[in-house]
């Protein structure tokens, strides 16, 4: 028989797993608990096991949760606005923190950290995006943006606009990246010669390019690994 003083069997399971973390580490919970101590937080009544569950199923883990638009979030039970809004901010803070530490060294020389960045931002993408990493003279990141979005296999690059911008920002190398949506990151012909045309409309300024990265779920690809630049 319950009383007055009984807690909900929910509120023990949160008060185990809160302790799990603490005395064991993160590294310790499963990708669907660490989903349930955010929810946790967001969510104060009510049990949030089968919602981080619902939200892993859905989006195929952790990483396509923090990638979904907040419209698809909110399509599963127990995740309104507020709490989507919640994790897309989570999202940008792990890629704001990503951004930060690839600025802090050279780009080519924390090469598995730009290789995790680029995959991270990237492969949920749902439509085609082409992005351009620029790079002073100490390989040292100067910006991030993207020069243009498509649809699901195709977007338009226009070398003479990735030529301007690196003149204004005074880069003196820079990254390609666009993604696959696919998820099959392997370069097609219309990416070599485009990699082709960009580098020729460069060489007048004496800008290289170090490489050109595909990403997608399969991971990704550089051109330079593969012997394509």
Known sequence: MKTGTDKPHWQGHRERLRGKLLSRGAAALDDYEILEVLLMAFIPRRDVKPIAKALEAKF???????????????????????VAAYLKAVAELQS????????????????????????????????????????DRKNQLIADEVMSQGTVDQAPVYPREIARRALELAASSLILVHNHPSGDTTPSRADIDMTREIIDALIPFEIEVHDHLIAGTGGVTSFRSAGLI
């Open 60 to 82: 195929g883990g952790l990483s396509g949760v923090l990638a979904a638009p907040a419209g698809d979030l909110v399509k599963v039970d127990g995740i309104g606005e507020t």
């Open 96 to 135: 704001r923190a990503s951004l930060q530490e690839i600025r802090k060294r050279e780009v080519i020389s924390s090469w598995s950290a730009l290789l995790e960045y680029v995959r991270r931002e990237m492969q949920h993408e749902t439509r085609e995006q082409f992005r351009v990493l620029f790079l």
